[in-house]
């Protein structure tokens, strides 16, 4: 069953909103990053990873962001360039923003921290007025980013994005993507997320992500009640997931669908959420059951922990299918009906 709607006459399969940076992986694996000399550079954040996967998966993307206006934001815009995806829409910051900078600690492929540079960022310098009604009437879906909410004038260009998309028919994804840096209460990150949750049909979290979205309103704990929650609210699907326990999708006619990890060789402990994010996403503006998203999904999300970088490593149609079937043909199925 199709849970939601995606208008096939529009030319963009989806527009993402939000973060870019640049991330600095090290070279010299398996030791604290105050140890780490080598570092290769890639292009960062979540919302452009999600949107270099899903323009390797073969899907036309755009983009609402801003960049710095120097070496950095040349890179990143010339990066999207090559991937095809869109740029028309995204802008150089004025007044000297420069573009988050990300360190990651590659501890152990079970232990891996993250440390950003966040201050005076670029990609929360998007403004309202930067949020064009005409291309989002060209696109199937618009995704929010949780980051993209932190501070003004992001948040209310992410606000306005999703009430246009409401008012011109295009799907509204959340990933929740919660990042603790810009925030300034607990409370401040629950209203904004709810805000935006409550006008999405899809919801991507995991169980910490929706716990800080429900704070304010009070709900347990629990999976099945947060689904139940948001569904009221509207919302078609619902997926949360629990890292290495696997994840679920809750539909709003009561059925819900589980996936385990696909086993890998895993190098680090990051980046598979964007990697899952692409490939289920593609699965269903393609037209794939909510099963088989699931299943696409968590085979990207192997894929990334056992490469060195995101946005550099995602993999292309042909390249997650053959996984897929090399690893069922080990293991058997990941995903089941609950």
Not at 165 to 169: D, F, I, Q, V
Not at 290 to 296: D, G, I, K
């Given at each position: 069953m199709q849970y939601i709607t995606f208008d096939s006459s529009r030319e963009l399969d989806l527009i993402l909103l939000g973060r870019i940076a640049i991330d600095f992986n090290p070279v010299d694996l398996n030791r604290p990053l105050e140890e780490s000399s080598n570092f290769n550079k890639?292009?960062?954040g979540?919302?452009?990873?999600?949107?270099?996967?899903?323009?390797?998966?073969g899907k036309k993307i755009g983009f609402f962001a801003r960049v710095s206006d120097d070496q950095f934001g040349d890179y990143v815009t010339h990066y999207f360039e090559k991937e095809g995806i869109d740029v028309s829409h995204i802008r150089r910051c004025e007044n000297g923003e420069k573009l988050g900078l990300t360190f990651t600690e590659i501890k152990s492929p079970t232990e891996s921290q993250i440390l950003m540079y966040r201050d005076g960022v670029a990609d929360l310098q998007l403004?309202?007025?930067?949020?064009?009604?005409e291309y989002i009437k060209k696109a199937k879906a618009v995704l929010i980013s949780g980051t993209a909410l932190a501070a003004s004038p992001s948040r209310e260009a992410a606000l306005k994005a999703v009430m246009l998309?409401?008012?011109?028919?295009a799907a509204v994804i959340f990933d929740i993507d919660y990042r603790a840096y810009t925030w300034k209460s607990m409370d401040e990150i629950s209203i904004y997320y709810s805000l935006v949750a409550r006008d999405s049909d899809l919801i991507l979290g995991s169980r910490e992500e929706f716990d800080l979205t429900e704070r304010i309103a009070g709900i347990p704990s629990e999976d099945e009640e947060s689904a139940r929650y948001w569904h009221g609210q509207g919302c078609k699907v619902v997926v949360i997931k629990h890292g290495k326990e696997g994840s679920t999708a809750y539909a709003c006619d009561g059925k819900h669908y589980a996936v385990r990890p696909f086993p890998t060789n895993a190098l680090k402990g990051f980046g598979g959420g964007d990697g899952y994010a692409s490939s289920f996403l593609r699965a269903l503006i393609d037209g794939c059951s909510?099963?088989?998203?699931?299943?696409?999904g968590s085979a990207s999300a192997s894929m990334l922990i056992s490469a060195h970088s995101c946005s550099a490593a995602m993999p292309t149609l042909k390249e997650v299918e053959q996984f897929i079937k090399e690893e069922k043909e080990k293991y058997g199925e990941m995903v089941a009906l609950q």
């Open positions: 890639y292009l960062g979540s919302p452009a990873n999600i949107a270099v996967g899903m323009a390797r998966l403004s309202p007025e930067d949020i064009d009604e998309a409401k008012k011109n028919g909510v099963p088989q998203a699931l299943e696409y």
